[in-house]
């Protein structure tokens, strides 16, 4: 049921596009309630899950750290496609490698906590895969890539955080070392999730739409503790 929530999620996104061609501000809407429901997945779940099991709380610090680092040096490549912002332009020439390689990277990361860390997480993923699939795939039909460039590069980025949920649940190195890998993941979804939520403001003023988003989010997390 993971393996299929994940792809779906991708799939729905992408056929949001074809159907109704949602527009920005929907699109903002579901970026900013996705971000609050992922910081508040990892604040209320897997920050205190990570350090209630290692008593080396320093060490679980750093591991966060690097993970925010570590998001940074892909976003680098991504263009901040991983919280729904796509920053660059293509005349079609030339595929977007690292794009490609640094969101499968990303997405691969993503599933790797999940066996560990129940279904909080994984509806989080879900949700938050949902408005990326859409930024991600308006991007790509407004490129002259072919069709089946397109149905391809959506087809392996959502075969990748189901890739990562069996890599972390069957690989041993990633058993051995699933705390240390979960801190590892809260500090990308930290960055992540804090992003989104500052992109999604428009000129730091408020906005009710936004702000009911976000604390849809909050509440939906806080419901399940």
């Given at each position: 049921?993971?393996?299929?929530?994940?792809?779906?999620s991708?799939?729905?996104?992408s056929?949001l596009v074809?159907?109704?061609?949602?527009?920005?501000?929907?699109?903002?809407l579901?970026l900013a309630?996705?971000?609050?429901?992922?910081?508040?997945v990892?604040?209320?779940?897997?920050?205190?899950?990570?350090?209630?099991?290692?008593?080396?709380?320093?060490?679980?610090?750093?591991?966060?750290?690097?993970?925010?680092?570590?998001?940074?040096?892909?976003?680098?490549?991504?263009?901040?496609?991983e919280?729904?912002?796509?920053?660059?332009?293509?005349?079609?020439?030339?595929?977007?490698?690292?794009l490609?390689?640094?969101?499968?990277?990303?997405?691969?990361?993503?599933?790797?906590?999940?066996?560990?860390?129940?279904?909080?997480?994984l509806?989080?993923?879900?949700?938050?895969?949902?408005?990326?699939?859409?930024?991600?795939?308006t991007f790509l039909?407004?490129?002259?890539?072919?069709?089946?460039?397109?149905?391809?590069?959506?087809?392996?980025?959502?075969?990748?955080?189901?890739?990562?949920v069996l890599?972390?649940?069957?690989?041993?190195?990633?058993?051995?070392?699933a705390?240390?890998?979960?801190?590892?993941?809260?500090?990308?979804?930290?960055?992540?999730?804090?992003?989104?939520?500052?992109?999604s403001?428009?000129?730091?003023?408020?906005?009710?739409?936004?702000?009911?988003?976000?604390?849809?989010g909050?509440?939906?997390?806080?419901?399940?503790?």
């Amino acid at each position: 049921m993971n393996y299929i929530l994940l792809i779906l999620s991708v799939l729905f996104g992408s056929m949001l596009v074809f159907l109704i061609k949602p527009n920005n501000k929907i699109v903002r809407l579901l970026l900013a309630f996705s971000g609050a429901y992922l910081l508040s997945v990892t604040i209320l779940h897997l920050l205190p899950e990570v350090y209630t099991v290692n008593s080396n709380a320093t060490l679980t610090g750093i591991f966060i750290l690097i993970g925010i680092i570590l998001q940074s040096v892909l976003e680098s490549f991504s263009k901040g496609a991983e919280h729904g912002h796509i920053h660059m332009h293509s005349d079609g020439k030339d595929f977007p490698t690292l794009l490609f390689v640094s969101l499968c990277l990303h997405a691969f990361s993503e599933g790797l906590p999940i066996h560990n860390t129940g279904d909080n997480l994984l509806w989080a993923i879900v949700v938050h895969k949902i408005p990326i699939a859409i930024v991600l795939t308006t991007f790509l039909l407004n490129t002259k890539y072919s069709k089946k460039t397109v149905f391809c590069f959506l087809f392996f980025f959502g075969l990748m955080s189901p890739i990562g949920v069996l890599v972390g649940d069957k690989i041993q190195f990633f058993t051995k070392y699933a705390t240390e890998i979960t801190a590892l993941i809260i500090g990308v979804f930290l960055h992540i999730s804090t992003i989104i939520l500052f992109e999604s403001s428009e000129n730091h003023k408020f906005n009710l739409q936004k702000f009911t988003a976000i604390l849809l989010g909050i509440i939906l997390t806080i419901a399940t503790l």
